[in-house]
């Protein structure tokens, strides 16, 4: 069974620190480039942060410039968004998505050429 599982989403006040977690079941993430994206409601998913299956490469939205971190753990079949300074605007339910190695990275920051989606996790920036 191909999963992607997100978690580590919940309720923190603005300027607080969120880590999120993408764990992948059914195949192994070596040879995926992973994208994070995100939809708070009414709004169109956007496009968060992104690394190659390599790790070496590593791309963000300039929204989160600064303040978010993704990383990846291929022993562990896991990738990491580190958020950091978070604002209400980052109120969002958060995805993580693979994609096999090869796909242009224009299309990947588009959300499209994904082989597998998870079911999301849901941040909330209040006070």
């Known amino acids: 069974q191909v999963r992607l599982v997100e978690s580590g989403g919940g309720l923190v006040q603005p300027g607080g620190s969120l880590r999120l977690s993408c764990v992948a079941s059914?195949?192994?993430?070596?040879?995926?480039?992973i994208g994070w994206f995100r939809q708070a409601p009414g709004r169109e998913r956007e496009f968060v942060a992104t690394i190659g299956w390599g790790g070496n490469y590593t791309d963000y939205a300039d929204s989160v410039k600064g303040r978010f971190t993704i990383s990846r753990d291929n022993a562990k079949n896991t990738v990491y968004l580190q958020m950091n300074s978070l604002k209400d605007d980052d109120t969002a339910v958060y995805y993580c998505?693979?994609?096999?190695?090869?796909?242009?990275?224009?299309?990947?920051?588009?959300?499209?050429?994904?082989?597998?989606w998870g079911q999301g996790t849901q941040v909330t920036v209040s006070s």
């Open positions: 998505a693979a994609a096999v190695s090869g796909a242009p990275f224009a299309a990947l920051v588009r959300g499209y050429r994904y082989n597998y």
């Open positions: 059914g195949f192994t993430i070596d040879n995926y480039d």
